[in-house]
């Protein structure tokens, strides 16, 4: 292409520019332009821009340091934590401990209890029934007495005087019952 326009400039014929066609002076403008650009954007922008990518950076890593501090606090209190739950787990068996122990004592306690109201009901029906076994042995020494009085009077026919004979019957009957005693 560089050859065909050297080529019509060289036959005179005029030349319609195209975008591929390579003009040395606008070259060496563009480059000066360019350097010129260069030269201002280094004084001016290149500080600004260091500066900003500089503040990033320190943000960053301050960020950085938060998070590892957050880290770091984050771990404190998970071992804080799990510190509290092994004590309330230990609080709480002994606890249960205790409640096992205090049960058992009032189990003991109301057994005991228990045992002590039985015997003592036991005792006092075994009062009970020695009383009613003594209050019938008595009723059938009287009507033991009666009876004998009864049949001697038959036997002998006679009417005997029945106070003194109940003396004599009641008498004759508590030396048998001692004697039955022994």
């Known amino acids: ?38 030269g201002i954007l280094y004084k001016m922008g290149y500080p600004a821009l260091l500066k900003m990518v500089e503040e990033r950076e320190r943000r960053i890593q301050k960020q950085l340091e938060d998070a590892e501090k957050a880290n770091v606090e984050a771990q404190r209190l998970l071992e804080e934590h799990k510190k509290q739950i092994a004590a309330a787990r230990t609080e709480a068996q002994e606890i249960l401990a205790k409640a096992k122990t205090v049960s058992q004592k009032e189990r003991e306690t109301l057994l005991a209890k228990a045992r002590e109201e039985y015997d003592a009901l036991l005792a006092r029906a075994r009062r009970d029934i020695d009383a009613e076994k003594d209050k019938a042995i008595l009723a059938l020494r009287r009507e033991a007495v009666e009876l004998s009085i009864a049949a001697a009077s038959r036997v002998i026919e006679a009417n005997l005087d029945t106070d003194a004979n109940r003396k004599l019957v009641t008498d004759f009957l508590e030396t048998l019952g001692k004697a039955e005693k022994k």
Do not use: C, K, R, Y
Not at 30 to 35: E, G, P, Q
């Open 1 to 38: 292409m560089i050859l065909l326009g050297l080529l019509q400039q060289a036959a005179g014929e005029e030349h319609v520019p195209s975008p591929f066609d390579i003009n040395g002076g606008v070259i060496i403008w563009t480059v000066i332009i360019f350097l010129i650009l260069l």
